[in-house]
């Protein structure tokens, strides 16, 4: 089931999600995923923290010739500096932690990012690290889960194979964009999550000063609850202005 | 993406289709295909000459707890003898051969395989080495080809994601198992491949003994043609019988 062809030609098949492996531990499933991502037609990558740094020669060795989507791979420091161009982030977890947001199998999710790409919007989608996954605060920067229906009596799920499966979804998936759903107006602009970024930063401190925030223990996941409401569905930079104007109006010294 | 959930409770779903790794090389494959196969619900291993000999510590190490798919599996010199008792046999394979065989998409292999689960017989899927895939003798032993979906412009897949990709869909499809279809009467049984085999092998003696076999470059393509040929459809025990005696009566000495 293998094959000689090199990956010289990779390209990006527009519009392609962004696979983001967040503090990825070993360098070779770093290369297994992109040799993954090349059978699926994926092709931007990104990777968070890394624990042993980047570049690594053995995610080279490892990835059978999708060197292209290595070259081109980048590197944050954080989840919100990862995502802040986008307008969706998707986020694989494994199980249901109790969190309001939409969740979507791996077939699901691909015709949704068929469709955000047919709107020219950007999407994203995290990967947490090997043995823990993602942790509550990646989750909290996604609009929407997805979770595979694999066997539950055997959740082991190996990183390059988790990318494998979304990228064969979403490759199979690419006939249905033909056909473009629904676009935003002129009038609405999505915000990116940058602007979102922005947007809880200005919350979060207008809370803290108000008080609203002072218990520190209960202080992350409150701040993590804000995140989760205000990423429900897509945020209009209009709304977001409007919000904006609220916190400053509310915040004003009386 | 991960979990900690050991393999320690796995157990065969039934009908659990038989994973036929033809001459794999490395052993760490081996145990990555264990693991892929734990997340997609398949139990059954089958190895066919393993380059580096059987049972190596090092699949065991990559199986992140599928120990007990690897315990069970079992070693074969063959293809022939690796298929023996099934009834129906697939074989992935990434190009078309010109080969008159079905080919399916994974999803509907998938489908097919738990229709023949529903009817009781045995089937298996073989992957072929790392590098070669399988070859023109191994193809035929199966009666339908797998081909993936997948970015025709970078074809290397691995072994283990190859394995994952099946079981994906298996474990998806199995909710349509519980609508049985076509049941064969209790008159007629399909023949298995080992009696498929012994009629092969009368029919190849009865054409060497009658020289229709005779040019030593023809024999070895001419012979998978027939086997081919024989491998169409389901063959039920009593028309091997027939074709059984077709032969033997027409190689009679005259």
Redesign the interface.
Known sequence: ???????A???A?EPSPVVILVRPQLAENIG?VA??M????LFHLRIVAPRDGWPQARAWRMA???NRILDAATVYDTVPAAVADLHRVFA????PRHIIKPVLTA?GAAAELHAIGARRLRAGVL???????LDNDDIACADSLIR????P??????????V??LG?EW??AREAEAAPRQFQTNEARIADKAELENFMAHLTRACDASGFLKNPQKRPGMVRNLRHFFQRGEVTTQELNTLHGIISELSRPR
Chains 1, 2 share one sequence.
């Open positions: 089931m293998t094959g000689r062809d090199g990956g030609d990779l390209v098949i297994a040799r993954a090349g059978n699926g037609g059978s010739g999708a694989t977890c494994p199980r077939r990967f947490g690290p090997e043995r823990a996954g595979y229906d694999l066997n009596g055997f959740m082991s799920l190996n990183l390059a194979q988790a494998m499966i064969y490759f199979i």
